[in-house]
């Protein structure tokens, strides 16, 4: 998040490049020649694009309407990482004492390293109850569950590694693609959020909510470009249906990597007038949401806040030698996984030097260099398993965090 959109819209990459670049790295989630038709089809969205005449209408709205539209007919559900500093009223009512933070990182199915390294904190009587918890993507479906703490860690270990995230990616189709707006359906990642997302997780969010707790789950607004912070405690507190769909909407909104998944049209209002607005993955635009944009900038934190944060990244931060086949697919594919590393690394180092600044606690995990890499580009459970117990040892051990970036 330390990274704004400006940045994005100065670098080289093409839209329709850097949209590749998260389709290809965010994702583990496809076999060798699935990830390799990803990658042309990647190539072709120019003719693809043509096809855009086939899809659903939407209903069109202003940049206007979207400056002021609510939703559930409500305001402060979510906050855009690029208002100003005074607009986020958690960092004021919540900071003034030392609070913990917990920042997770999207990373596909790399998350399952994230999971085995909060079950690790919790068997070695170490882990915190976080006052605030933020989740990108893969990180957008852990935050609830490791917001609520060690009683769901369980569950976690359970989605991340029984083999059940190989359900996501079932029955690919160009034709999603070329007349609708995703190789695969979101039904499974609808079905997946909401076995595991019920009254009974919206009603725990809603009472810790309640108590000062914040829960944060990012989502890319694709219509205005922005990154949307979505007060998931605050969703929670409606305690309607229509709260819980919502709630749900949008953990599954944080995951739907373009092109793979469609996205998620979420119901909105502006002077009187309904439309849809489209989400998708939060980690097209901030591949780990630390703290906004311009308190990052400012440089200083008000009053005499105290704060430790913990950023665990679902993913290797430190550059590793590979020697890349002379082949446009692969040149595109290690270049596009560059951009996606050094994006996440910028918004670490941004976020550790504002600590360094206002003497605040940084603790920093990730999956070292030397990590084994998957045998292939799929969810693949075996893969998983291990990681999961490779992040398990390290944090139940001690050696899960640092406190500077590599």
Avoid at 116 to 125: D, H, I, K, N
């Amino acid at each position: 998040m330390g990274m704004n959109g400006d940045w994005r819209q100065r670098s080289s990459v093409s839209p329709w490049i850097g949209l590749a670049a998260h389709c290809i790295n965010v994702t583990r989630g496809l076999t060798p020649d699935l990830a390799r038709g990803l990658a042309r089809l990647a190539a072709l969205l120019s003719i693809v694009a043509l096809a855009a005449c086939s899809s659903l209408p939407r209903t069109p709205y202003t940049a206007a309407d979207a400056s002021t539209s609510r939703v559930l007919n409500l305001d402060g559900l979510r906050r855009y990482t690029d208002e100003p500093v005074a607009n986020f009223s958690f960092e004021k009512s919540n900071l003034s004492a030392t609070r913990t933070y917990l920042a997770l990182s999207g990373g596909g199915a790399d998350g399952a390293y994230g999971v085995g390294v909060l079950a690790g904190w919790t068997a070695s009587g170490t882990r915190p109850t976080f006052s605030v918890v933020s989740g990108v993507s893969t990180g957008g479906l852990i935050a609830p569950f490791a917001f609520l703490g060690s009683r769901y860690d369980d569950t976690l270990k359970e989605v991340y590694t029984s083999g059940i995230a190989e359900s996501l990616l079932a029955d690919p189709s160009i034709v999603r693609v070329l007349f609708g707006s995703g190789l695969f359906g979101n039904t499974r990642l609808r079905e997946l959020v909401a076995r595991y997302v019920g009254p009974e997780i919206m009603g725990a969010v809603a009472r810790e909510h309640a108590m000062g707790r914040r829960l944060l789950v990012v989502t890319t607004d694709l219509d205005t470009q922005r990154t949307a912070i979505w007060d998931m405690g605050k969703i929670a507190s409606i305690g309607t249906p229509e709260a819980l769909q919502l709630f749900r909407d949008v953990m599954a909104a944080s995951a739907s990597i373009p092109l793979v998944f469609p996205p998620i049209l979420i119901d909105a209002e502006a002077g009187g007038r309904h439309f849809q607005e489209m989400h998708v993955d939060g980690g097209v635009t901030a591949p780990v949401l630390t703290l906004p944009d311009a308190l990052l900038l400012q440089g200083r934190l008000a009053g005499n806040a105290r704060l430790n944060i913990y950023i665990l990244v679902n993913k290797k931060l430190e550059r590793t030698f590979e020697l890349v086949s002379n082949s446009t697919i692969d040149v595109a594919s290690r270049s596009l996984s560059a951009i996606t590393q050094s994006q996440t690394r910028s918004v670490v180092l941004s976020t550790y030097d504002f600590a360094r600044r206002n003497r605040l606690g940084f603790h920093l995990s990730y999956i070292e260099r030397d990590y084994p890499a998957a045998p292939s580009e799929g969810f693949d459970t075996a893969y998983m398993r291990s990681l999961y117990q490779y992040g398990y040892d390290k944090a139940s051990a001690g050696r899960a965090w640092t406190t500077t970036p590599p």
